[in-house]
């Protein structure tokens, strides 16, 4: 069973300021990862698969990196709407979910 | 526009069942593999089920193997999950949604989920 993890848990950002998230993976998941955002009351919404594709319509400033076991989820100037829980999940096999980061308002 | 819209969450005592629905439009609901996801109150997200394009392959988490079912009819382009023997940690919301594309385990439409709470 591979376990996923995710730091901080939380993260305080400003406006405009980058926002580095971490997710990492118990084991090899090659590049086998994705990004989703959730709001309050909303869905989970895809952000970034395969690592580091963006989903349809993510604007540029969502970035994914990483391969293996470490990845990161980069928003290079955070805007007022992404203020939100960001969940990594992997699908080397069975989809599994870290448990997110919540990125609040600093 | 792809919608996916949940029902069938209600409040059942423990030991109970229930069958969630997820009706799809907007896209061929016949060429995409399908799942459930669930949330518990404040928690993080839980994979659930799959079951493929037409419905020859299903698979579960182990927390629910063995009581919960997933099902597809094609013809009425909806989801389905039954659900049995619950238990007070299955109280959740209940996600549908589609797989991006048959290779890749991704989740690109979700519907906005169903209430399900197990308690007597």
């Known amino acids: 069973e591979i376990v996923m993890t995710q730091s901080p848990a939380t993260l305080s950002v400003s406006p405009g300021e980058r926002a580095t998230l971490s997710c990492r993976a118990s084991?090899?998941?090659?590049?086998?990862l994705a990004w989703y955002q959730q709001k309050p009351g909303q869905a989970p919404r895809l952000l970034i698969y395969?690592?580091?594709t963006r989903a349809t319509g993510i604007p540029a400033r969502f970035s994914g990196s990483g391969s293996g076991t470490e990845f990161t989820l980069t928003i290079s100037s955070l805007q007022s709407e992404d203020f939100a829980v960001y969940y990594c999940?992997?699908?080397?096999?069975?989809?599994?979910f870290g448990p997110g980061t919540k990125v609040d308002i600093k | 526009e792809v919608q996916l819209v949940e029902s069938g969450g209600v409040v059942v005592q423990p030991g109970g069942s229930l069958r969630l629905s997820c009706a799809a439009s907007?896209?061929?609901?016949?060429?995409?593999?399908m799942h459930w996801v669930r949330q518990a109150p404040g928690k993080g997200l839980e994979w659930v089920s799959l079951?493929?394009?037409?419905?020859?392959?299903?698979y579960y988490a182990d927390s629910v193997k063995g009581r919960f079912t997933i099902s597809r009819d094609n013809s009425k382009n909806s989801l389905y999950l039954q659900m049995n023997s619950l238990r007070t940690e299955d109280t959740a919301l209940y996600y549908c949604?589609?797989?991006?594309?048959?290779?890749?385990?991704?989740?690109?439409?979700w519907g906005q989920g169903t209430l399900v709470t197990v308690s007597s």
């Open positions: 949604a589609r797989q991006l594309s048959d290779i890749l385990t991704v989740l690109d439409y």
């Open positions: 907007g896209f061929t609901f016949d060429d995409y593999t």
């Open positions: 079951i493929s394009w037409d419905g020859g392959s299903t």
């Open positions: 084991q090899s998941v090659s590049s086998n």
């Open positions: 395969g690592a580091s």
């Open positions: 999940q992997q699908y080397n096999n069975w989809p599994r």
